[in-house]
């Protein structure tokens, strides 16, 4: 693969391990959006692109080490978590001991620049477990800046109908994360480092 162009054909997107249609459809999109230094302005994504899985976006920005600030939070993302994002500290769903290393984990997609594939189980209040496949790749402020992020979320398995709608997330773990090479290849990380529950 050429450097920067990781979506050549179709093919690719299983050797990166995304599952979801919906994830492989934002990946190709991402891909195909002009860029500038590897990382393409937010004013270049267009949510009427890709109305049908509209509901799993959400946007962040990464503006202090202690702040992830959510932006937007799409209507699956609200029922991911069980309460409204937007406008929220992203952080703020970890423990105080913990968020300095997930800001690490995540901020790594800007700074590199790379995309970050997580698969990861969550476990709502209730006791109902869903696995989700979360898809993010960088992009640019309205000043030219890589400070934002946007990820996609889609459900691995169905969600039980027994389970509340107001169902919050109680904890998560990875069943597996990896850094997607978009040109400038991938971040170093010591997995020994990795919180026991992590969520993206």
Same mark, same amino acid.
């Given at each position: $693969?050429?450097?920067? &162009?990781? $979506?050549?054909?179709?093919? @690719?997107?299983? !050797?990166?391990?995304?599952?979801?249609?919906?994830?492989?459809?934002?990946?190709?999109?991402? &891909?195909?959006? /002009?860029?500038?230094?590897?990382?393409?302005?937010?004013?270049?994504?267009?949510?009427?692109? #890709?109305?049908?899985?509209?509901?799993?976006?959400?946007?962040? !920005?990464?503006?202090?080490?202690?702040?992830?600030?959510?932006? #937007?939070?799409?209507?699956?993302?609200?029922?991911?978590?069980?309460?409204? $994002? @937007?406008?929220?500290?992203?952080?703020? &769903?970890? !423990?105080?001991?913990?968020?300095?290393?997930?800001?690490?984990? #995540?901020?790594?997609?800007?700074?590199?620049?790379?995309? #970050?594939?997580?698969?990861?189980?969550?476990?709502?209040?209730?006791?109902?477990?869903?696995?989700?496949?979360?898809?993010?790749?960088?992009?640019?402020?309205?000043?030219?800046?890589?400070?934002?992020?946007?990820?996609? @979320?889609?459900?691995? &398995?169905?969600?039980?109908?027994?389970?509340? /709608?107001?169902?919050?997330?109680?904890?998560?773990?990875?069943?597996?994360?990896?850094?997607?090479?978009?040109?400038?290849?991938?971040?170093?990380?010591?997995?020994?480092?990795?919180?026991?529950?992590?969520?993206?």
């Amino acid at each position: $693969m050429e450097a920067g &162009n990781f $979506m050549q054909s179709s093919s @690719t997107l299983p !050797e990166l391990g995304i599952c979801s249609p919906a994830a492989q459809a934002y990946a190709a999109y991402w &891909n195909a959006l /002009p860029k500038v230094g590897l990382i393409p302005p937010r004013s270049s994504f267009d949510p009427a692109d #890709l109305p049908s899985i509209l509901p799993g976006f959400a946007v962040h !920005e990464f503006v202090s080490p202690d702040n992830i600030l959510v932006r #937007l939070s799409g209507s699956a993302v609200v029922e991911r978590f069980g309460y409204e $994002m @937007t406008g929220k500290n992203y952080l703020s &769903n970890f !423990e105080s001991s913990r968020q300095h290393k997930v800001y690490d984990a #995540l901020s790594r997609i800007i700074d590199c620049p790379c995309g #970050l594939l997580v698969h990861v189980r969550m476990f709502r209040e209730s006791g109902v477990t869903i696995d989700y496949e979360v898809l993010g790749f960088p992009f640019r402020s309205e000043h030219g800046i890589a400070n934002l992020a946007i990820y996609h @979320t889609e459900t691995l &398995n169905s969600r039980p109908k027994l389970a509340p /709608p107001d169902d919050r997330r109680k904890d998560s773990l990875p069943l597996r994360r990896m850094y997607i090479d978009i040109g400038a290849g991938i971040p170093n990380w010591d997995y020994s480092r990795e919180p026991e529950r992590f969520a993206s």
